[in-house]
């Protein structure tokens, strides 16, 4: 049995004392994972030595790794991309709430994090739990959710800023707008369970209403789903590995150490198309 350890109510498990590189052959480790990590939508690793070759392997255990359409992966590794903020930069890439690329047609399954140089403080990230955001609604707006769809666009403005810096340094060449339309309320397609599926970085619209209808619920429903008790908080060191499943969580990294330099290598995991 794997030792692991909630961090939170409702997000956010610890996987303790593993040695992910000494385990990448056991097939059995990896379906133990797998079951973990459904159950707690977020799994932590820490102090794992994970060159890209190795991370790679890891990635592959859960699922197809895929190119990020924004920005241009290792040169060697072209599946994974550097998420980094320097010393002279302002903004960090993706920090606002988010699902990761929800405005794709077949968004992806799940990301992973590991962490190769950090600032002396700060650079945590947030994650917050869609199943309780679902959970915690009434049955009325249950009821009206669970017959929408939306309308996610990879142009809001909030998120865009994140993606400047990055953008210029290391932007894709095919890289352009991307529009997807999904339910409000998605099932899980492993665990069956319903989740909320808008989040404040992409989601425009209700599909068939107006911004302007849309504006009052989308902004009741950004702010429902992150409510304390939805989330938890991680706090990176070097060699920290986050893993966390993109259909039933959202994260946001804390943009708090300005003036230090934070890079981390992220994977993503091919996913389906919503239901």
Known sequence: MIQCKKIAGAIGAEVIGLDLRAALDDVAVFEELRKLWLAHQVLFFRDQDLPPAE???????????V???MVKGLPDFPHIIEVKKLEHERNAFGAVWHSDTVYLERPPMAS?????????????????SMYSAYDHL????????DGLRAVHSSAKADVT??????VKSDGAESRRDFTSEHPVVRTHPETGRKALYVNPAHTVRFAGWTEGESAGLLRY??????????????SWQPGSVALWDN?????NPVNDYHGYRRIMHRITLAGDVPN
Do not use: K
Not at 55 to 65: I, S
């Open 247 to 251: 259909r039933c969580a959202m994260h």
């Open 112 to 128: 992973m994090l590991i962490a190769r140089e950090l600032p002396p403080f700060g650079g945590d990230t947030l994650f917050s």
């Open 67 to 69: 190119e990020y359409p």
């Open 138 to 145: 009434s049955d009325g707006l249950r009821a009206v959710l």
């Open 221 to 234: 429903l950004f702010e429902h789903q992150v409510r304390p008790e939805f989330t938890c908080r991680f």
């Open 55 to 65: 991370f790679m392997r890891f990635a592959e255990h859960f699922g197809e790794p």
């Open 161 to 166: 800023r994140t993606r400047e810096d990055r």
